[in-house]
């Protein structure tokens, strides 16, 4: 079935730095979301993209965070300074349709360490 | 907002026997509820959508319960096997409005099928 590839599956970083994970999406995809897991908790909404631009993001969206998929490449999270709690599984998905019953494709996850 | 709560977070079954894992939610504008499985290093995968019209779901050896009053939502393996050793996460989704794209997940169910 249609697959989301997340590059790289693990990153550590020291705190302060910048980071950039990438999604590669369903090809025919035009929506596209980022979700954050802390370890042991729920997945969390970040925020969707669609058209290059950000239509929704949560309180966790921080604004350090920063959304782009320049000239359909990769849709990538850039976090600019990262902070230790930016530690997290960060899993990207992408859907064919905005409506709520439209299935979101999910990639395998980011597994981020920020020391 | 949307709380989601998933139960058990971890559940030992031995093969054939059933497994039943437990999702409560509060918003009551919830209208799109998901089931996802996911296995050790790869992607969430679905395994059921349900829209609010419908209480009972039958998948392959599975079947999904929808209950709008008390607000849960339970799935049922039914003849577990090993196969089925996975992650479970449950997803709600409202109708429309400002929530478009946006799922609220349970913290899931790490499901282990005892050979």
């Known amino acids: 079935g249609p697959k989301v590839l997340q590059i790289p599956s693990h990153q550590i970083i020291d705190m302060g730095q910048m980071v950039t994970l990438n999604c590669d999406p369903v090809s025919n995809h035009l929506y596209f979301y980022w979700y954050k897991q802390i370890l042991g908790q729920q997945m969390e909404f970040l925020v969707n993209?669609?058209?290059?631009?950000?239509?929704?993001k949560s309180k966790l969206f921080k604004d350090q965070f920063s959304v782009e998929r320049p000239d359909g490449s990769y849709f990538t999270l850039k976090i600019q300074p990262t902070a230790l709690e930016d530690s997290a599984v960060y899993f990207c998905a992408s859907s064919s349709d905005w409506e709520n019953y439209a299935e979101q494709f999910f990639g395998p996850g980011t597994r981020l360490t920020v020391l | 907002g949307e709380q989601v709560e998933q139960r058990p977070p971890h559940l030992s079954v031995r093969e054939g026997d059933s497994a039943f894992i437990t999702c409560t939610y509060t918003d009551p504008n919830s209208y799109y509820f998901f089931w996802y499985k996911q296995e050790p290093g790869a992607s969430l995968q679905l395994l059921m959508k349900v829209f609010s019209s419908t209480e009972i779901n039958e998948g392959q050896g599975f079947t999904v319960l929808l209950n709008k009053k008390d607000k849960r939502l339970s799935l049922n393996l039914t003849a577990a096997h090993p196969g089925d050793s996975a992650a479970y996460f449950c997803a709600v989704s409202a109708l429309g409005g400002s929530a478009l794209g946006r799922l609220h997940f349970g913290a899931g169910t790490q499901l282990i099928v005892i050979p």
């Open positions: 993209f669609y058209n290059g631009k950000v239509m929704e």
